[in-house]
């Protein structure tokens, strides 16, 4: 439990992480829907009803390569019908066929008119002047008709999709080179810690190096953020004051880590309090107690602690939520799902526990990724899963059925 005598929102009690995370939710709207070039939008929400202008394809074509011909005149074989013509790809007919007669055509070449059918290359001797149909091939084979993947006037896209590459490929197919999505939050990321040393530069005693901003600016560009990496910043209250000031200005969310905790340097509450205000939640969980949230202009602010382990599931549990609403998505939760552990845990009693876990979706098996220190980095990279431990539960044996959450699935997957 934080202690101060400077504030009168410093919490009272520990707060679930489902408190937490509402009251968190409470303060988050979506951002406004801004147009984006098409290639901009994977993994954004549609933030308008795409409506086809035309039909998709806009022509009756091949779907073989082959001969347009008439059913009627290649429903008993062999056949033979005189070659009139040659369509490719991006041509016109020349005329239409009449009984007797086909054309070689090529996949994706406009019909002529007159021919209902394509006989595939493969069931013809391949003529140039005539052709021999050897198998019976009924009416309307291998033709595509206009409008038959998208028809003119039809609702194809519902505003709150998430944008994936066949969505961005339908809307390519209309002819949309943008499209109004909501906008893409912008994640403002500062290292608070006189430790922090930039990964180029040489150890000192006592010194480490800034993880957290380069798996926190990656944890939000994995979200569908862009990330705004600002670099570390000294455990100084002035420090910390034109940096936050700064990161206001330029971010929808502002990411500390360090500093939130209740060491003689820790400064992000007073300076977040004189700039906006911030509360500070002691969070039933473990690893990653400490967590502030609050509000400087406008922009949210997360202080999460600046264990590498905490700083990520902090960013799991709290900041991809409030991302993911912002950028107008529905589903907020990963998937969850149950599994049998191949492991015994230990955890601690009236926390609740989240362990990095290996799931074998074959077996329906997890077990922990190995020591579970919250500055232990490795057991994340290892990890496919967090496996949920409730508050009330002391100690798991092996074979116990238990939660999962799997951290290797979008949102949008279950
Ligand atoms: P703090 O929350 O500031 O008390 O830091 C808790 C632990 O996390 C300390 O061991 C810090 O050295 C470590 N730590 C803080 N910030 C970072 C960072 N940016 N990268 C890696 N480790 C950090
Ligand atoms: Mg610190």
Redesign the pocket.
Known sequence: MPVSTSSARVATRSLSVQEALERILARVRPLEATSTALLDTLGATLAERVIADRDVPPFRNSAMDGYAVIGMDVANVPATLRVVGDIAAGSLPSRPIVRGEAMRIMTGAPMPDGADTVVRVEDTDNGAAAVVIRAATRPGTSVRAAGEDLRAGETILMPGTVLRAAEIGVLAALGRTSVLVTRRPRVAVL???D??VELDQPLRPGQ??????YAIASAARAVGATPVPLG?VRDTADDLRRALRDAASRADVIVT?????V?DH?HVKPVVDELGSMDFWSIAIRPGR?LAFGEIEGTLIFGL????V??LLGFELFVRPAVLKMAGRQLLQRPRTAATLDDTLDTPPGLRFFARGIYDPAADTVRTTGPQGS?ILRSMALANCFIDVPETVEHVERGSTVTIIRTDLPEDHA
């Open positions: 290292s608070t810690g430790e922090l480490i190096r800034d993880s957290n901003r570390i880590t360090g500093g939130v905790s060491g820790d400490p602690p600046g264990n590498p905490s700083a500055g």
